[in-house]
């Protein structure tokens, strides 16, 4: 136990150094674009939600058959069938999302994001294999990418790692916070529960200071909540997460027949991107045991209140965004 | 040691999963200037190469001697990081790498008890060196605090996992306690270390002759 103080101090003090650049980590640039088919294989396309960088701007490139020319898109007889992509997604414009509305048949949507910058329209006979292959495809990366960039969840984790200290403990406190934040996305993706999302990005940033102040606790020699329940606070604030997560979705507009498969792919990905970020730490525990590279006593103290401090600047940031509105 | 060998294979497949994430520019687009300072030195062979061997020296000089480098890699790379964004790009000379990788294989192949003080200014002047060759790919809409701190915690995290993937690699005689009161080399693992030592050279000797004729 003594042994990893150090190891805890040198993660956290970096990732304290770099965090504070995360506040805004979850805000997305997207762009929304319909085409309404006009006559067969005829659309008119329309920015419905013009992205930041502005709709002039967008690189869009449509099947080789296609001559797109805004608003129209001509497919002729062989329809809007065929991949699309954006040549330019960036800082800019991090996703956006296509929606087409055929003259006959459901209206459809395709997400194009960063992680996933092409996709493949479908004709009408979906949803085929290759709907559910291109979800997958989508949403799985979509979903590791936000954990990997959601800087609050992964420092979460990092306080729960740094309470529980390994084990099966861990395993189980990990696994508690799975089933939370699972169970409040489906619940909240599915429109059982609702929160608005810049209070709730708040929360996000007081559940950190908890384990901040958990972790300072543990130090004194006090037995926390976290310490003593590790499993019941990692589900409680696992469900708080989990409407975060569910916010990255929503603003994806996705159909309505197609969000189960999209959130069970999107939270695989998230389970993907915290269980490589859980093996890591671990990974380096064990090699900070090996090497018996202990930092000095006097710094003990210093990452506690470096996460504190951090979750802190995010939740008065985050506060100040709701006053503001 | 089946234990010690589980979590050998899942830090090593932690390090190598970075390998395949080739293109940083790909990665920056995709996750922001983090991961791409993260990613951009594992897709160079001379950072590969040149923190491996730097890794593999450390650890084989034990615990004690190589724990140092936890802190001191990283804080390398920053140095290098900030000189080459100050004064501009500093073109990485292949044949200084050559040269480098030559030293510290035949330091690893002879088995050398370099210093401690040494080993530092080593790792730290190798680090400064990469840290400067990284700079060069710093665009000027790159977010430099971010793109310092992925590569510090790449740095970080490698040195560390190599480090003691190699210690324990070697065996319990390698614990700091008995870091020198009993020569490891001439068992089969020192010798496979010294002959991986032996590889970097020879690797070495190729990229200065590809450098020298070019």
Redesign the interface.
């Known amino acids: 136990m003594i042994d990893l103080r150090y190891l805890r101090i040198a993660l956290l003090l970096v990732t304290a150094l770099i965090l504070p650049r995360a506040l805004f980590a979850h805000e997305a640039t997207l762009g929304v674009l319909e085409f309404r088919e006009v006559r067969p294989g005829a659309f008119i396309g329309l920015w419905t939600m013009e992205p930041t960088v502005g709709a002039d701007r967008v690189d869009l490139k449509v099947p080789p058959h296609c001559f797109l020319r805004l608003p129209e898109l001509n497919c002729g007889e062989k329809g809007l069938v065929g991949q699309i992509t954006i040549g330019n997604l960036g800082a800019d414009m991090s996703a956006a999302l296509i929606k087409i509305i055929p003259l006959k048949g459901e209206p459809r949507s395709y997400t194009i994001s960063t992680a996933n910058p092409v996709v493949t329209v479908l004709g009408t006979d979906a949803p085929t294999i290759d709907t559910w292959l291109e979800l997958a495809k989508t949403y799985i990366n979509y979903g590791i990418d936000h954990i990997l960039l959601g800087a609050d969840h992964l420092l979460f984790v990092l306080g729960l790692i740094w309470i529980v200290n390994g084990g099966w403990r861990l395993v189980k406190t990990i696994t508690a916070f799975t089933v939370g934040h699972s169970a409040s996305l489906a619940a909240t993706a599915f429109g059982l529960i609702g929160v608005p999302e810049r209070p709730l990005n708040a929360c996000i940033a007081l559940s950190i200071v908890f384990v901040g102040v958990e972790i300072v606790k543990q130090q004194r020699g006090e037995i926390g909540w976290t310490a003593r329940y590790p499993w019941a606070v990692a589900v409680t604030f696992g469900l708080v997460h989990g409407i975060g997560f569910a916010s990255a979705l929503a603003g994806l507009g996705l159909e309505r027949r197609l969000l189960p498969p999209a959130l069970l792919f999107f939270n695989v990905g998230v389970e993907i991107g915290q269980l490589a970020f859980v093996l890591l730490v671990l990974a380096l525990i064990w090699a900070h045991r090996r090497l018996d590279a202990v930092l000095p006593r006097w710094g003990e103290a210093l990452p506690a209140y470096a996460i504190g401090s951090v979750a802190m600047f995010w939740f008065i940031g985050r506060l100040l965004i709701v006053l503001s509105t | 040691m089946r234990r010690t060998l589980k979590?050998g294979l899942?830090?090593t497949a932690?390090l190598l999963?970075q390998a395949p994430a080739a293109e940083a520019h790909i990665v920056a687009?995709?996750?922001?200037d983090?991961?791409a300072g993260a990613l951009h030195p594992f897709t160079d062979l001379q950072d590969v190469l040149l923190w491996l061997a730097m890794g593999l020296l450390a650890g084989s000089l034990g615990?004690?001697r190589?724990?140092w480098l936890?802190?001191l890699f990283p804080l390398g790379l920053l140095a290098g990081l900030a000189l080459g964004a100050r004064v501009g790009t500093i073109a990485a000379n292949p044949a200084i790498d050559a040269v480098i990788a030559v030293v510290l294989g035949l330091l690893l192949a002879a088995g050398a008890r370099v210093p401690t003080v040494l080993l530092c200014v080593m790792a730290f002047a190798l680090a400064a060196l990469r840290g400067a060759a990284n700079a060069s790919d710093l665009a000027p809409?790159t977010?430099r605090?971010?793109f310092a701190?992925g590569l510090?915690?790449a740095g970080?995290?490698a040195i560390?996992?190599i480090?003691?993937?190699t210690?324990?690699f070697r065996g319990p005689l390698s614990?700091?306690s008995k870091d020198s009161s009993k020569d490891t080399s001439k068992d089969w693992r020192g010798i496979a270390l010294r002959a991986l030592g032996g590889w970097i050279a020879a690797i070495g000797l190729m990229m200065a002759g590809l450098a020298f004729a070019s």
């Open positions: 979590h899942i830090a932690l999963a687009i995709r996750l922001g983090f991961y615990a004690a190589g724990r936890v802190a809409n977010d605090l971010l701190g510090a915690c970080y995290a560390t996992l480090m003691a993937l210690l324990a614990d700091s």
